[in-house]
């Protein structure tokens, strides 16, 4: 019984352990979720903004900016949009379908690619504010545009130093982040005790005799719960006996 029960207490802590995982996996969705459809958002505004602009004969410097800008925009956010669906689809999948362990290491390589999704977010919004300043110069008066250009070069300062007090107001260290490390050290491991000491593993079926002979006694008789000797939860009878009444019927 003390086998049974340790790989029972194993299997709970393991599978507490993986509910825990999978509210990590849940927010690391839902936050690529929102930056990838803010970023589809910005790419939408610079195409539709580049087919609708007419383009005045003049100011070249002024439409050469607006040019790169559009084009920068337009690649960093799909980008941005395709590293989300990427890592969401194929990191979830790893999750959820893997082998035992793909959990652990799909939700840490979502959290490894953190960084990459959120500089390309970053750098989409920085030029599509560059979009909007150079359309600025390519549309607008001179004067207009000074002004325009103002609040358009303070929206990207406020950006660039509210993302950066944000970030290391909320910034996570190394060792203030939560680790399952220890948990895999009581993990269940299917090996039997026997071959465990050579350092062979063997499979389910070796495992589940060990559970067998801890609820049929040493001896392999009858169960301390009183159950038939050589029956558990696992065999199934070759043969049941019918009654002869029920042939007659």
Same mark, same amino acid.
């Given at each position: 019984?003390?086998?049974?029960?340790?790989?029972?207490?194993?299997?709970?802590?393991?599978?507490?352990?993986? *509910?825990?995982?999978?509210?990590?996996?849940?927010?690391?969705?839902?936050?690529?979720?929102?930056?990838?459809?803010?970023?589809?958002?910005?790419?939408?505004? +610079? =195409?539709?903004?580049?087919? *609708?602009?007419?383009?005045?004969?003049?100011?070249?410097?002024?439409?050469?900016?607006?040019?790169?800008?559009?084009?920068? &925009?337009?690649?960093?956010?799909?980008?941005?949009?395709?590293?989300? +669906?990427?890592?969401?689809?194929?990191? &979830?999948?790893?999750?959820?379908?893997?082998?035992?362990?793909?959990?652990?290491?799909?939700?840490?390589?979502?959290?490894?690619?953190?960084?990459?999704?959120?500089?390309?977010?970053?750098?989409?919004?920085?030029?599509?504010?560059?979009?909007?300043?150079?359309?600025?110069?390519?549309?607008?008066?001179?004067?207009?545009?000074? =002004?325009?250009?103002?609040?358009?070069?303070?929206?990207?300062?406020?950006?660039?130093?509210?993302?950066?007090?944000?970030?290391?107001?909320?910034?996570?260290?190394?060792?203030?982040?939560?680790?399952?490390? *220890? =948990?895999? +050290?009581?993990?269940?491991?299917?090996?039997?005790?026997?071959?465990?000491?050579?350092?062979?593993?063997?499979? =389910?079926?070796?495992?589940? &005799?060990?559970?067998?002979?801890?609820?049929?006694?040493?001896?392999?008789?009858?169960?301390?719960?009183?159950?038939?000797?050589?029956? +558990?939860?696992?065999?199934?009878?070759?043969?049941?006996?019918?009654?002869?009444?029920?042939?007659?019927?």
């Amino acid at each position: 019984m003390l086998a049974a029960d340790k790989l029972l207490l194993q299997s709970t802590v393991k599978s507490r352990s993986m *509910e825990l995982r999978e509210k990590e996996l849940k927010l690391f969705n839902s936050n690529f979720s929102a930056v990838g459809t803010q970023a589809a958002i910005m790419a939408g505004f +610079t =195409l539709t903004s580049f087919v *609708e602009i007419d383009l005045p004969p003049n100011k070249a410097i002024a439409k050469a900016m607006l040019h790169f800008f559009i084009t920068a &925009s337009i690649c960093v956010n799909f980008l941005c949009v395709a590293m989300v +669906t990427f890592v969401t689809v194929w990191g &979830s999948g790893k999750a959820l379908r893997g082998a035992d362990g793909s959990m652990d290491y799909a939700v840490d390589g979502m959290n490894g690619e953190r960084s990459f999704i959120f500089a390309c977010f970053g750098l989409g919004v920085l030029t599509t504010l560059g979009c909007l300043l150079s359309s600025a110069w390519v549309l607008m008066e001179l004067e207009v545009a000074l =002004l325009a250009s103002v609040i358009i070069v303070g929206t990207m300062y406020l950006v660039l130093s509210e993302a950066w007090r944000i970030r290391n107001r909320f910034y996570l260290q190394p060792h203030e982040s939560i680790s399952f490390g *220890e =948990l895999k +050290t009581v993990f269940p491991t299917v090996a039997d005790q026997r071959t465990s000491q050579a350092g062979v593993p063997v499979s =389910l079926d070796a495992a589940r &005799s060990v559970l067998d002979a801890a609820i049929a006694g040493p001896s392999g008789g009858p169960a301390p719960s009183g159950g038939r000797p050589g029956i +558990t939860p696992w065999s199934t009878p070759s043969k049941v006996p019918v009654a002869p009444a029920a042939k007659n019927r």
